[in-house]
């Protein structure tokens, strides 16, 4: 299902480009409930947002997953007369396990077994415009985690697939996006803490590296010293510049400079 965020006082009339914000949760957890970053971009009045639910891997095992996040972009298409979008401005965003889904949104576009059939409108395209992931999962047939979680399977990962990495190699191989790099890639952002544990720092730097080694626009936002999970005022702004730029077509510079965290408030006396 999808959460629809229109703006009470949009800044044109002409049709809004869309952001999508896909939730984390590990593919075992986490709700489209609150919107994320997509009901954020609405109130602006300069974006619609979607936020998108899909199944959880207790209920359905890879690929279920991306099948229902192109059914919701295909969903935005269709639908986006009645609402005044413009089906060709869908800019995606998630973090971690939806990071790994926007991640797989902006590069299997014409992977057909990876459409589903999901939904009365698998004609459409998934086509998005530009992917945003905070650290998303990039390479699955690699160990997630570090230090000695490394050496056992990543909860998350075995229940998605629906068994071990030995076992599901192939499986892993088609839910990784280092899988489907290719040279018409859409912009892509990547922000990811240096030292997170959930998610290797690698994943980000692969991704990055095989996007701009195929000669796509890519930008590396390494966050200095953060974990799995942070918040940034500096990266707002980043974050706000690229949408600007991929979905708004206002020229931007946008740093690649590492981000430090914020410096935590003083205690109180």
Same mark, same amino acid.
């Given at each position: 299902m999808v959460d629809l965020y229109l703006p009470k006082n949009r800044t044109t009339d002409k049709p809004l480009p869309v952001v999508v914000s896909i939730h984390g949760g590990g593919w075992s957890g986490g709700s489209r409930a609150g919107g994320g970053m997509a009901a954020g971009y609405a109130v602006s009045g300069n974006y619609? +947002? *979607?936020?998108?639910?899909?199944?959880?891997?207790?209920? /359905?095992?890879?690929?279920?997953?991306?099948?229902?996040? $192109?059914a919701a972009i295909r969903w935005i298409r269709e639908h986006a007369k009645n609402y005044n979008l413009d089906p060709d401005r869908i +800019? *995606?965003?998630?973090?971690?396990?939806?990071?790994?889904? /926007?991640?797989?949104?902006?590069?299997?576009?014409?992977? $057909?077994?990876?459409?589903?059939?999901?939904?009365e409108l698998t004609s459409?395209?998934?086509k998005v415009t530009c992917v945003a992931n905070y650290c998303g999962p990039t390479d699955m047939a690699a160990p997630l985690m570090q230090g000695d979680a490394a050496l056992k399977d990543a909860p998350a990962v075995a229940g998605l697939l629906g068994g071990s990495l030995p076992d599901k190699a192939a499986e892993a191989k088609a839910a990784s996006s280092l899988t489907y790099v290719h040279a018409s890639a859409p912009p892509f952002l990547t922000a990811h803490g240096t030292k997170d544990m959930r998610v290797n720092f690698t994943n980000a730097t692969k991704l990055h590296e095989a996007l701009t080694k195929a000669g796509n626009f890519s930008i590396l936002l390494a966050m200095t010293d953060a974990g799995h999970?942070?918040?940034?005022?500096?990266?707002?702004?980043?974050?706000?510049?690229?949408?600007?730029?991929?979905?708004?077509?206002?020229?931007?510079?946008?740093?690649?400079?590492?981000?430090?965290?914020?410096?935590?408030?003083?205690?109180?006396?």
């Open positions: 619609a +947002g *979607v936020s998108v639910g899909h199944r959880l891997s207790a209920e /359905v095992k890879w690929p279920a997953q991306i099948h229902d996040c $192109k +800019g *995606v965003t998630g973090t971690s396990a939806g990071g790994h889904l /926007v991640s797989l949104l902006g590069l299997t576009e014409s992977v $057909k077994d990876l459409d589903g059939s999901i939904g459409l395209r998934s999970g942070f918040g940034s005022p500096e990266l707002n702004k980043r974050v706000q510049q690229f949408f600007d730029m991929h979905l708004h077509g206002i020229k931007s510079e946008i740093s690649s400079e590492p981000i430090p965290l914020p410096a935590p408030a003083p205690a109180k006396k």
